[in-house]
Structures are given as structure tokens and as C-alpha cells.
């Protein structure tokens, strides 16, 4: 019970009080009388100091303290008592009672003003926190007690007295065993009790609580625990709320990254798919002549097939990738894969009036990989050299395609007189879907580093406004048992 509640009960003794005092006075008067002292007058005005404590405030109370000494003192000079020495030593004990009483009083006074002040803001810091104190007493029986904002908490009246039953009333039917496993501890003496339970409120409302308590040996063996219980309701419901966000957004991701696989198969499929058109369409050319040439017409269908193997590579590659099985780790000739790209990109360089020089300068190395996806960043790496040289027509559109060994590694360029890339965007080229171009998906160098870096190289650029640019790449060569 609170110490406002327990004045609040005083408060209403007073009502006892009173007769009680009036009682003292008689008793007073008939000892004064009995025993013929003069104590009366004294014990009157401490019982009047004593009550008045009770119910003034402090200038009140100090008004009324004074006034009783100086009409204590006062009576002994109205009556000449002072020309007695007796009764000059009878007041001065009798005014060293009351002036010590006066001064107990005072202090108790202030230490309970201060005490209240402290109670009013252990109350205020409860009900800020949502914290109430609770109390568990082993004993032959198990009693309860519980601070205001507990009451609340459980949302039972304030002057409801707290027990188990109330307890198990307010508790969420499948937590009932958490509040049986509390009792179990607390008999069995453990140490520190941390539960955290549902409440489930007469409206169907849930709350969360949790309470922490700890052990005191009380007189008599009985051990109390003391304990604070939290509703943390608030915070377990933006825990859900974050999670939702968290699936949400994971969602969200899923279908962003499909999002980007749709687009990066678009991109790899696009290329050869126009290329089969063509060859298609030539092929139909080469055999609707007046003398058809089967030989010209047979390239063509070549061309189909290894456009067509190469659609159906890269969507068993696709597959793989949803499968999320390993992708396919063969030893390759590195020139081979550098070659078959650029075969693969020949009508798209003459269609951009693009002359390619090849120096292919690492005969006989391998590498360990897959050829696909090694295939689709040389590709994707001439497409773009191509579409930044659209643009130029004051010189001549040139892409040049190295190969060489250096140390470990093969490496490969692949540079062209194209319009070049300003230093300020160089560093987000890699970014996925950072593009410059009206119609670009800005995905194919991000895709490009994934792979080179799945195969343990590395890929980078330099380049030059107005000057073109390069980009390099450096594999790792397959170990020597594997050659
Ligand atoms: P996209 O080609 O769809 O834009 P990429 O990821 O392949 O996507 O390229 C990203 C950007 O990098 C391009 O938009 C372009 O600005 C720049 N870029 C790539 N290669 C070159 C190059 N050879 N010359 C100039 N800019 C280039």
C-alpha cells in the first residue's frame, strides 16, 4: 500500500482520533487532580502539538507549536507563578518536553513530506514506464501485493487487494503454466523469477508482461519476493510491426531480384535471338535467288544453329540459377570463349561500322569456369564498346581485343574509340542498374563483376572522355594437373 494511501487512512481515523483525545484530556485532569500536579495543562498542549501534526501543514503547525509554549509561559506570569521557584522549575521541564516533542515531531514531519514527495515520483516514474512493483509472500500461504500502476496494469481497481485467482483470471489461457511455474519457483526458493506472459484483458485485448523479482528473507523464515512487472505490450507490438516490414521487404527484394533476373535473361536472350532473325532472313535471301547459293545459305543456318544453341545454353544456365545448383565448372581454352564471343558479335560490330582488332595473346590457356557466363561478359563488353562508338564520326570506330598472360592470370581487353566516360560516373558504372543510355537497363556490368568475381578475377575500367575506353579483366588460370 502506498504511503499517500496510508495517510489517506489516517485522514480518516481522525474521526476516532478526537474522542480519543478527549478521552486523554479527562484522564489528564482527573491525574492532575488525583495526584495534585500540575501536568495537565503541559500534556494538553503536547496532545494538541501531537494531533495538529497530523493534519497542518508545516507554518500551520509551527504557528500552533508556538502559541501552545507561549501560552504555557504565559499562564505562569498572568498567575505570578514566577515568584515561586518550584513553579518556575515545573515550566522549565515542562517546556523542555514540549519543545523536544515539537522538534521530533518537526522532523518526523518533514522526513514523511519527504517521503511522499519521493513516493509521488516513484508512482510517476511507474506509471511513465509502465511499471508496477509486485509482491509474492511464501508462507503457509501465498499472498499478493501490488503497487497502483500493477492494479492497472492488470486493470483491477486500485483498492482491489491482489490475488491469485485475480491473477489467473486476467492471465492468457495458454500462458496459465508460466504463472504455476512462477509459484513453483518462488517455493522452491530460486533466486531471480524472469517471466514474461500474456494478459488477456474482459475486451478481448492482449497484453505482454514481464516481471522480474527477487528473494528476501523475511522474520519467521517466510521469504518475500519483490519484483517490478512491465507492460511491454507497446514494444512487442512494434517488434510484429517490424517484422511484418521485415517479410514485406523481403518480399519486396524477392521481386526485385526476379525483377532483375527477367531483365538480365531479356538482355542475354535479345542479342542472339536478332542475330537467328538475320541469319534467317539471309538464309531465305541466299535460297529465293534466281540461283539459289546453298553454300552462302548453309553459313546462315550455321549461324541459326550456334545462335540457337546458344539461347538454349543460356537458359539451361537460367534454370540452374533458379534451381540454385551449382553452376557448371569445366576447363575451357580462354581464347576459345574470347573467339566464339566475338564470332558470335560479328554482325553487330558491321552493323556499327565498327572495325575489330584482335591480338589473341595467350594461346594454350585455360581457365576454370563457365563458358556461358564468360561468353555473355565478352558479349556484353562489345555491345556496349559498339553502342558507345554510334556516336562517332570524326574518327575511325576501332575495338581492340587483347589477350595475354600475366603472372597467374589471364587477362583481357577490350577497348574502343568511343565517346568515353566521365570520371565523375566512374565509380557507379558497376552499380546495379546505373545506366546512361535512354533504353538501358544499367544491369550488364553489375552482372559482369558478379560473374568475373565468381570466378575469383577481377574486372576494371579506364577511359577517357572523347578518347574511348577500356575494360580488363583478369582471371586466374585453372591449375596445372587440370591443363
Ligand atoms: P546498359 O548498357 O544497359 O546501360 P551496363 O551496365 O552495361 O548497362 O552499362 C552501364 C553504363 O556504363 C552505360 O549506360 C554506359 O553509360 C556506361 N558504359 C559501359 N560501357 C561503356 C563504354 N564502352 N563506353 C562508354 N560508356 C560505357
Known amino acids: 500500500m502506498s504511503v499517500i494511501k496510508r495517510c489517506e487512512k489516517y485522514m480518516l481515523s481522525y474521526a476516532v482520533a478526537w474522542p480519543a483525545a478527549i478521552a486523554v484530556g479527562s484522564m489528564i485532569t482527573m491525574t492532575n487532580a488525583y495526584l495534585d500536579l500540575d501536568v495537565a495543562s503541559t500534556l494538553f498542549y503536547i496532545t494538541l502539538v501531537l494531533m495538529s501534526s497530523n493534519f497542518l501543514p508545516p507554518p500551520a503547525f509551527l504557528s500552533v507549536a508556538v502559541s501552545n509554549v507561549v501560552i504555557l509561559s504565559n499562564g505562569l506570569i498572568t498567575d505570578g507563578g514566577y515568584l515561586d521557584y518550584k513553579l518556575i522549575a515545573g515550566l522549565v521541564c515542562s517546556l523542555i518536553g514540549l519543545l523536544i516533542i515539537i522538534l521530533l515531531v518537526w522532523r518526523n514531519k518533514k522526513a514523511t513530506s519527504?517521503?511522499?514527495?519521493?513516493?509521488?515520483?516513484?508512482?510517476?516514474?511507474?506509471?511513465?514506464?509502465?511499471?508496477?512493483?509486485?509482491?509474492?509472500?511464501?508462507?503457509?500461504?501465498?499472498?499478493?501485493?501490488?503497487?497502483?500502476?500493477?492494479?492497472?496494469?492488470?486493470?483491477?481497481?486500485?483498492?482491489?487487494?491482489?490475488?491469485?485467482?485475480l491473477v489467473r483470471a486476467r492471465t492468457y489461457p495458454d500462458d496459465l503454466s508460466i504463472i504455476d511455474s512462477v509459484l513453483e519457483q518462488a517455493i522452491s526458493r530460486q533466486g531471480l523469477i524472469e517471466v514474461e506472459h500474456r494478459l488477456v484483458m474482459p475486451d478481448g485485448r492482449v497484453k505482454h508482461v514481464q516481471m522480474v523479482a527477487s528473494p528476501m528473507l523475511k522474520d519467521g523464515g517466510h521469504i518475500e519476493y519483490f519484483g517490478a512487472l512491465m507492460d511491454v505490450t507497446a514494444s512487442r507490438q512494434s517488434e510484429e510491426a517490424?517484422?511484418?516490414?521485415?517479410?514485406?521487404?523481403?518480399?519486396?527484394?524477392?521481386?526485385?531480384?526476379?525483377?532483375?533476373?527477367?531483365?538480365?535473361?531479356?538482355?542475354?536472350?535479345?542479342?542472339?535471338?536478332?542475330?537467328?532473325?538475320?541469319?534467317?532472313?539471309?538464309?531465305?535471301?541466299?535460297?529465293?535467288?534466281?540461283?539459289?547459293?546453298l553454300e552462302e545459305a548453309g553459313k546462315s543456318v550455321d549461324r541459326i544453329i550456334q545462335n540457337s544453341v546458344r539461347i538454349s545454353d543460356v537458359i539451361t544456365c537460367i534454370r540452374a540459377l533458379s534451381r540454385q545448383s551449382e553452376l557448371q565448372r569445366t576447363v575451357e581454352l580462354f581464347e576459345a570463349i574470347v573467339s566464339d564471343s566475338l564470332a558470335l558479335m560479328q554482325h553487330d560490330i558491321?552493323?556499327?561500322?565498327?572495325?575489330?582488332?584482335?591480338?589473341?595473346?595467350?594461346?594454350s590457356v585455360f581457365i576454370s569456369g563457365d563458358r556461358i557466363q564468360l561468353q555473355q561478359v565478352i558479349i556484353n563488353l562489345i555491345?556496349?564498346?559498339?553502342?558507345?562508338?554510334?556516336?562517332?564520326?570524326?574518327?575511325?570506330?576501332?575495338?581492340?581485343?587483347?589477350?595475354?598472360?600475366?603472372d597467374s592470370e589471364v587477362v583481357l581487353e577490350v577497348a574502343d574509340s568511343?565517346?568515353?566516360?566521365?570520371?565523375?560516373?566512374?565509380?557507379?558504372?558497376?552499380?546495379?542498374?546505373?545506366?546512361?543510355?535512354?533504353?538501358?537497363?544499367?544491369?550488364?556490368?553489375?552482372?559482369?563483376?558478379?560473374?568475373?568475381?565468381?570466378?575469383?578475377?577481377?574486372?576494371?575500367?579506364?577511359?577517357?572522355?572523347g578518347r574511348g575506353t577500356q575494360f580488363m579483366v583478369a582471371l586466374p588460370l585453372a591449375p596445372l594437373k587440370e591443363n
Open 350 to 363: 558491321s552493323y556499327h561500322e565498327v572495325r575489330s582488332h584482335c591480338h589473341l595473346g595467350a594461346p
Open 242 to 293: 517490424l517484422f511484418h516490414s521485415q517479410a514485406k521487404l523481403a518480399h519486396m527484394t524477392r521481386l526485385t531480384s526476379m525483377g532483375e533476373l527477367a531483365a538480365s535473361i531479356a538482355h542475354e536472350i535479345n542479342q542472339p535471338l536478332a542475330a537467328l532473325i538475320t541469319s534467317g532472313e539471309c538464309c531465305k535471301r541466299w535460297i529465293n535467288r534466281p540461283e539459289p547459293d
Open 383 to 406: 555491345i556496349n564498346a559498339c553502342q558507345a562508338m554510334a556516336g562517332v564520326h570524326d574518327r575511325a570506330r576501332i575495338l581492340r581485343i587483347h589477350t595475354s598472360v600475366n
Open 114 to 165: 519527504l517521503w511522499r514527495r519521493k513516493e509521488a515520483l516513484f508512482l510517476a516514474a511507474q506509471k511513465l514506464s509502465h511499471t508496477g512493483s509486485v509482491g509474492i509472500i511464501i508462507g503457509h500461504e501465498i499472498s499478493l501485493s501490488w503497487s497502483e500502476e500493477s492494479s492497472r496494469i492488470f486493470e483491477y481497481p486500485s483498492d482491489v487487494t491482489p490475488t491469485l485467482d
Open 418 to 465: 568511343g565517346s568515353g566516360i566521365s570520371k565523375d560516373i566512374l565509380p557507379s558504372l558497376f552499380d546495379p542498374f546505373f545506366t546512361t543510355k535512354p533504353t538501358g537497363l544499367g544491369i550488364g556490368l553489375s552482372i559482369c563483376r558478379s560473374i568475373i568475381e565468381f570466378h575469383g578475377g577481377r574486372i576494371w575500367v579506364n577511359s577517357k572522355v
